[in-house]
């Protein structure tokens, strides 16, 4: 049997408290980081009223629900999260989340492969972790801006 080689890689850590948040939609806020060349992490926070952004892509997308309540809607049918809920969307399928109230609802999103279309959050602060690589970031950074 044929044994898979792998490389050793740093691991990367990633603070969400030392990116800089952009305005999503409506009374929400967003933040992307490539973590991996194949990985792309989106954290957003968003409560209502926004408006909903019925969409699909070619990525498989892990959401996973922290803190909260949504529906979050794949093909047309809505399935209702909470705190600890996640759902893997397969690529293709049309979906949309429509939070609950007017608590913010905070979406942790893993994308595979890694999106090319988006540019990872301007980093803001060291926060003193002993394993963040500058070079790194920043390669990862130059690789989502070409």
């Given at each position: ?48 009223p ?8 070619d ?50 999103d ?29 390669a ?7």
């Open positions: 049997m044929d044994e898979k080689k792998y490389e050793t890689q740093k691991p990367m850590m990633y603070d969400i408290k030392e990116h800089e948040f952009a305005c999503g939609k409506q009374n929400g806020r967003i933040q992307f980081i490539q973590i991996s060349p194949n990985v792309t992490l989106q954290y957003c926070e968003i409560r209502q926004h408006e909903v952004g019925p969409h699909r892509h990525y498989e997308q892990i959401i996973f629900i922290p803190q909260g309540e949504c529906d979050f809607w794949v093909d047309g049918v809505p399935y209702a999260m909470d705190a600890g809920c996640f759902m893997v969307v397969p690529p293709n399928a049309e979906h949309y989340l429509e939070a609950k109230g007017n608590m913010f609802v905070v979406d942790f893993i994308f595979t492969p890694k999106r090319t279309d988006r540019v990872q959050s301007k980093r803001i602060c060291d926060r003193g972790h002993k394993n963040w690589d500058k070079a790194i970031t920043d990862v950074v130059k690789e989502s801006e070409e």
